[in-house]
């Protein structure tokens, strides 16, 4: 027995925005006053100002740490401003908390989904909606979400559970999830993480045809191509600021660069190739399971030699993880082998793999790779405490430890006081320098780098690059796994691409586009040789 | 973000020292209120039980000792709690592994009274250092290999060797033609000397003073204590930057029943001389107090376990010159750790107004 409710709160919100007139595009649906938000120690909105039209896309562009993210959330009422005024339709609001937001017609979809995986889409969109009695009429529902979707075009498997969908998709049902209680108004962060290029370029045209029907985007992203193709007017931040609200027709992506980080920017460290060594890791039919298992990784095949770069593309969560896991140690292979200098390490411990030389860039610098309650030093020789020369005798020698810290600092540019700061009090570039500085002080013969510069600057994104391919040079085999196409072609001297646990293709980096690499990162291979 | 009565709770980015150390002493402040007012309740003028306290406590030279006497077995137990929740294994045995380290001191005591005295407190030191560390060695086995809790675990075998102590001392273990539920006494050239002439403080004091000396070593000055320290703040990057976890918990169990054992064996051979169930009044549980209001340093251990030891002898004096309880010292550890550890996370916040629309 369903209870049949109607909700007044939802029916009283028009679906489906009709085509407006010329006068009505300009009108301005948002409007944000002079708003500033201070967390301790950082003032991450300093007197913001900023209209939004309706219909339009709006790009927030800026590097990480710029505030974007925070103004988002301020419009969405997470954040409480300390000052300025939030107008939306020409009233003045004030935003207490994510329902206020919602009942005006705000939705926001965050990086991180926030979904309910073992539920269904349909339920996954009703939940949390406001209603009044105790059921749901999922029927009704249900109608109305297939509406939306013929609308625009979106085609999504309503009853399927979340957790089998690709991420792609479930960032549809973050948008659904927003449309289906009248938002005209959406706060996208940074939504193209997760999708590969083709599905960047079908986003794209289902939100255009979102904006026709009178909808109002704002979307986050520090990735200028797409700013240019697909936004109305961009609103660069840098540490807080507003530099300038722009029509993207009139700005070229090295004018926004320039606004964007400050100075000017050189976009490529260049990449000399150097021609490769010696085979140092080989992966033959590698084969992983879970605990059900269910096959993580499938008939991996790859080769890394000296003085190369690999680069595993791939949209994220597609076996990046696992892959990571089996090299450092820390999963068991089912079956399949794992050579390090044509030595048999398959299923080595993980103190077993870094003794063997190695090296590993964890994906997430602040979960799996540092300890930030610790000083500098301690991350520095994390891993690598048990060496002699930071001993005499038994006991740890600090003077030692500090003078090898402090070099460390030196040669990769860590700003801090003194090796005894603690991590937590670092900046995201300083942090992976920190991971940099420890990674490669052992000689590795082999370093495992996952998504490198994910959330850094552009600055420390150079500097990562430079320190990879100077590593390269060296004479280290490297894979680089990363989420980021331009960083792959910009690094590797080889592509490979990784979708639901299979290599899908390798090929020398010259050898193929990015277009070609994103269809076979949608599992799609084209029937040419 | 936490708002109530109009009133916003925002995490500080950073929290001073000065700031911190204010919080502690507001948090003794109000313990210190509450428990007036818990002496007040029992029908007594507080600034006399205070006064009884205090005097009874740290009033002279003797009184001072006792308290002293008092503090040992926390410090045993304290650094014990240390060293475990330093890799946040949660050590909740304590009180069984003192308890396993009496057992074999007693047995040490009662049968190789035919050594000279220094060879049997040494015997006794290694008995109890190796039954407090099998008792922890259980626990900790089980967490390694079948990922059982050490909460559970650890709390299950302190009632585990109360049982067997009690069929012991009902029993095989009982002293001959006694009512009482306990062994013999075992002879005076067994027991650890005294160290200050007189009094009732013994090795045992110098023993768990050198103990904290080596347990601050073993967690700051060596690669194994810094692993032990980097599992407890992040265990997955510990696991990826090669430590053996598994390994690892496993000897912090060891460690730490270890030195609650030899707590256990302290107080045999300098205070009691004999095996009975009173032994221990909870002081592997107040060591789980003690620790964390020591900030899990043995300095810090040392400090507050001498606090506690004045707590405990203190009382008494009040009681019997006021006629206040002596079970109110226990009520008035709680009331302390509960505002301190408040005091201390509150610290870490700052308390603003929430703006509200009218």
Known sequence: ?529 | MISIFGLTLEPRKKTSIPLQTAAILVGLVAAFLVSAALIATAGANVFNALGYMFKGAYGDWDAFVETLVQATPLIFTGLAIVVAFRAKVFNIGAEGQFFAGAMAATWIGLHLTGLPGPVVWVLIIIGSIIAGGIWGFIPGILKATLGASEIITTVMLNYVILYIISYLLSGPWREPDQFYLQTAWFPDHCRFPAVVPLSRLHLGFIISLVLAAVVYLLLWKTPFGFEIRSIGINPRASRYKGIRIKKTLVLVMVISGAIAGLGGGSEIAGLHQQLRLDISTGYGYTAIIIALLGRLHPVGVIIVAIFFGGLVNGSTSMQINTGVPVALVHCIQGVVLIFVLTAEVLATYRIRRTEIDE
């Open chain 1, 1 to 529: 027995m369903m209870v049949l409710v109607q909700d007044i709160k939802l029916a009283a919100k028009p679906l489906i925005l009709l085509p407006m007139s010329q006068e009505e595009i300009k009108e301005i649906i948002l409007r944000v006053e002079n708003l500033s938000k201070s967390f301790p120690g950082v003032l991450a909105n300093d007197r913001i100002s900023l209209d939004i039209r309706k219909g339009e896309i709006h790009c927030l562009l800026g590097e990480n740490g710029a505030g974007k993210s925070t103004l988002a959330e301020c419009l969405y009422g997470t954040y409480h401003p300390d000052s300025g005024k939030i107008f939306f339709k020409g009233e003045e609001v004030r935003l207490a908390s994510h329902q206020d937001a919602i009942s005006l017609g705000i939705g926001m979809v965050h990086q991180h989904f926030q979904l309910v995986p073992p539920m269904t889409v349909m339920e996954n969109i009703v939940a949390g909606t406001v209603h009044k009695g105790i059921g749901i009429n999922i029927r009704q529902a249900t109608e109305k979400v297939e509406k939306i979707c013929r609308n625009y075009g979106i085609e999504l498997p309503l009853n399927n559970i979340i957790s089998q969908l690709p991420v792609g998709q479930q960032q549809w049902v973050e948008i659904l999830k927003a449309l289906y209680v009248g938002a005209e108004f959406l706060l996208l962060d940074e939504p193209t993480a997760v999708l590969t290029p083709q599905e960047i370029k079908r986003f794209f045209s289902i939100l255009t045809k979102m904006t026709r029907a009178g909808l109002s985007i704002i979307l986050i992203t520090h990735k200028l191509n797409e700013v240019m193709d697909i936004s109305d007017r961009v609103t660069v931040m840098r540490k807080g600021k507003l530099i300038d609200t722009v029509d993207t027709a009139d700005v070229t992506q090295e004018n926004l660069a320039r606004m964007m980080v400050g100075r000017e920017v050189v976009f490529l460290i260049t990449n000399e190739k150097v021609p490769p060594g010696e085979t140092v890791l080989e992966i033959s039919d590698l084969q992983v399971v879970n605990a059900k298992h269910r096959s993580l990784l499938k008939d991996i095949n790859l080769r890394v030699r000296r003085k190369e770069i690999i680069g595993l593309a791939g949209v994220s969560g597609n076996g990046q993880r696992d892959l990571f896991d089996v090299i450092v140690g820390v999963r068991k292979i089912a079956s399949g082998k794992i050579l390090l200098d044509q030595e048999d390490v398959s299923n080595s411990p993980p103190w077993t793999m870094l003794k063997k030389g190695i090296a590993s860039i964890p994906q997430d610098r602040i979960e799996e790779g540092l300890l930030m309650e610790a000083p500098i030093y301690e991350n520095i020789i994390l891993g690598i405490q048990r060496c002699a020369q930071f001993r005499s005798g038994i006991l740890f020698n600090r003077r030692k430890i500090n003078a090898f810290s402090r070099e460390k600092m030196r040669d990769f540019d860590i700003m801090a006081g003194s090796p005894l700061q603690r991590v937590d009090t670092l900046s995201g570039g300083n942090l992976q320098k920190v991971i940099l500085a420890r990674e490669f002080s052992q000689n590795p013969k082999f370093l495992l780098a996952s998504q490198p510069t994910r959330g850094l600057d552009v600055g420390a994104i150079e500097y990562v690059h430079k320190c990879l391919l100077d590593l390269r040079n060296s004479g280290v085999g490297i894979l680089l796994i990363s989420e980021e196409l331009g960083e792959i072609f910009h690094l590797s001297d080889y592509i490979a691409v990784i979708y639901k646990g299979e290599i899908m293709g390798f090929c020398p980096t010259e050898d193929t586009t990015v277009e070609e690499v994103g269809l076979l990162m949608a599992g799609i291979r084209e029937s040419t040789p």
